[in-house]
C-alpha cells in the first residue's frame, strides 16, 4: 500500500555538489538516457541548465521529449516492456501509476542528494522524486482588476460575472478547482471538503451561472490574462511568473483564504527503465543544491532541497508556506473517471 504523505518546508545553510563524486562506470559511460520532461519553462530549466552538465560529466546523450502527465501514464501503459528511462510528472500521476505496478520506487541509497530532499518530496513511499511544487493559484490583471481578491469565493460574487476562466478537469489544477469550490461550498476544512466532490461540482456549476468558462491551454490562459480579456484565471506560478518578472500585468491574489494549491512534480521511473544507473545520476543532479537554486531564481517556485531558501521575491510571489494545501491524491486519483463524468456535464 502507498502511504499518503505532507509536511512541507524546513531549510538550513548546507550545500553540496552539482553531482555526487562517483566514478562513471562502464553502465553509464557512453549510451542514452531517454527522458520525458513536463512541457514550457519547466522543461526548457532542465534542457538548458542540466542537460549540456550531464551530458559532459557522464559521457551519455539525452534523448528528451515533452509531454502531460496525462498522456505519459497512457505511454507507462502502453510501452511497458520498452519504456523511458524517466518521466517527469506529477502526484497526482504517480499514486496510479505505482498501483498498477507501472513504476518502480527509487532506492535512496544510489541517490545522495536524497538526503537534502524535503520530506514532502518523497512522494509515494519514494515512487517519486520530487523536484518542484507547481503551485497553483488565483492570478488577476493589474489593469482590469483594479483590487487584489483574498478569497477563491470571490469568483462566485457577482461583480466577477463573465471575468472568470478556470482550467479543465483534464488537468490536476482543474480537480482542484473542485476541491476548492467544495470547501466553499460546506464551509469545512480543507482535509475533510475535498472529499465532498458533489458539493464541488455542485457548487462549480454555481459558478458556471456566473459566466464563467473553462480554458483549454495554458496559451489560451495566459493570452486571456495578459490581455485583460478575461481578468481573473487560475493558473501554474512556474509558468506564469517568469512572465510576470518581464513586465505583464499580472499578479498573484496570495495568501487566500482556501489556501492555495500545492502540487508537487517529480521524477518517476518506469519498472521496465533500462538505463536505472545514469537515470539515478540524472535524478540526482536535479536534486542538487546548485540545480535547486534555479527553481527558485528562475522560477520563483518552492525547491525540493532542503538547503534552498525561498527567496524574498518568490515568497511574495507565492504568499506564506502555510497558505500552500496539498490534496491527498491518492484518494483524488480513484475518483477521477467519476469526477470527469461529473464535471463534464456541467461545462462540457
Same mark, same amino acid.
Given at each position: 500500500m502507498i502511504a499518503s504523505r =505532507? #509536511? &512541507?518546508? %524546513?531549510?538550513?545553510?548546507?550545500?553540496?555538489?552539482? /553531482?555526487?563524486?562517483?566514478?562513471? /562506470?562502464?553502465?553509464? /559511460? *557512453?549510451g542514452t538516457l531517454t527522458v520525458v520532461l513536463n512541457q514550457g519553462l519547466l522543461a526548457r530549466l532542465w534542457i538548458d541548465e542540466l542537460?549540456?552538465?550531464?551530458? !559532459? +560529466? #557522464?559521457g551519455a546523450r539525452i534523448n528528451v521529449q515533452q509531454?502531460?502527465?496525462?498522456? $505519459? @501514464? %497512457? $505511454? @507507462?501503459? #502502453?510501452? !511497458?516492456?520498452?519504456?523511458?528511462? @524517466?518521466m517527469q510528472f506529477s502526484e497526482a500521476g504517480v499514486f496510479a501509476a505505482a498501483q498498477a505496478g507501472l513504476l518502480r520506487p527509487h532506492n535512496p541509497a544510489n541517490i545522495p542528494n536524497w538526503a537534502s530532499l524535503r520530506d514532502a518530496f518523497k512522494l509515494a513511499d519514494n515512487y517519486s522524486a520530487g523536484v518542484i511544487d507547481a503551485v497553483h493559484t488565483l492570478y488577476y490583471n493589474t489593469r482590469a482588476q483594479t483590487t487584489q481578491p483574498t478569497a477563491w469565493a470571490q469568483l462566485w460574487d457577482p461583480s466577477s460575472r463573465r471575468r472568470v476562466a478556470i482550467p479543465p478537469i483534464t488537468w490536476n489544477s482543474g480537480v482542484r478547482m473542485v476541491t476548492t469550490?467544495?470547501? &466553499?461550498? #460546506? *464551509?469545512?476544512?480543507? %482535509? +475533510?471538503?475535498?472529499?465532498?466532490?458533489d458539493a464541488g461540482i455542485r457548487h462549480l456549476a454555481r459558478l458556471k451561472e456566473n459566466g464563467a468558462i473553462a480554458y483549454t491551454g495554458a496559451p489560451q490562459a495566459i493570452q486571456m490574462l495578459q490581455s485583460g480579456q478575461i481578468p481573473l484565471v487560475p493558473f501554474y506560478g512556474i509558468f506564469i511568473n517568469p512572465i510576470i518578472e518581464q513586465g505583464a500585468p499580472i499578479k498573484p491574489a496570495v495568501p487566500l483564504t482556501e489556501g492555495i494549491h500545492g502540487e508537487i512534480v517529480g521524477l518517476n521511473m518506469p519498472v521496465n527503465a533500462r538505463n536505472v544507473e545514469l537515470a539515478e545520476r540524472y535524478v540526482n543532479m536535479s536534486l542538487s543544491r546548485e540545480f535547486q537554486s534555479k527553481i527558485d531564481t528562475v522560477l520563483h517556485s518552492r525547491a525540493a532541497n532542503k538547503d534552498v531558501n525561498p527567496s524574498p521575491r518568490t515568497l511574495e510571489l507565492l504568499g506564506p508556506p502555510d497558505n500552500i494545501l496539498? %490534496?491527498?491524491?491518492?484518494?483524488?486519483? +480513484?475518483? !477521477?473517471? =467519476?469526477l470527469t463524468d461529473a464535471w463534464n456535464n456541467v461545462f462540457g
Open positions: =505532507r #509536511t &512541507i518546508l %524546513a531549510a538550513s545553510a548546507l550545500s553540496l555538489p552539482l /553531482s555526487a563524486p562517483w566514478v562513471t /562506470s562502464r553502465a553509464q /559511460s *557512453g542537460h549540456p552538465v550531464f551530458e !559532459r +560529466e #557522464t509531454s502531460v502527465t496525462a498522456n $505519459m @501514464l %497512457a $505511454m @507507462l501503459r #502502453t510501452q !511497458r516492456d520498452n519504456p523511458p528511462d @524517466l469550490a467544495a470547501q &466553499i461550498a #460546506t *464551509g469545512k476544512p480543507f %482535509a +475533510e471538503a475535498q472529499r465532498d466532490l496539498y %490534496a491527498d491524491w491518492r484518494f483524488l486519483s +480513484e475518483q !477521477r473517471s =467519476r
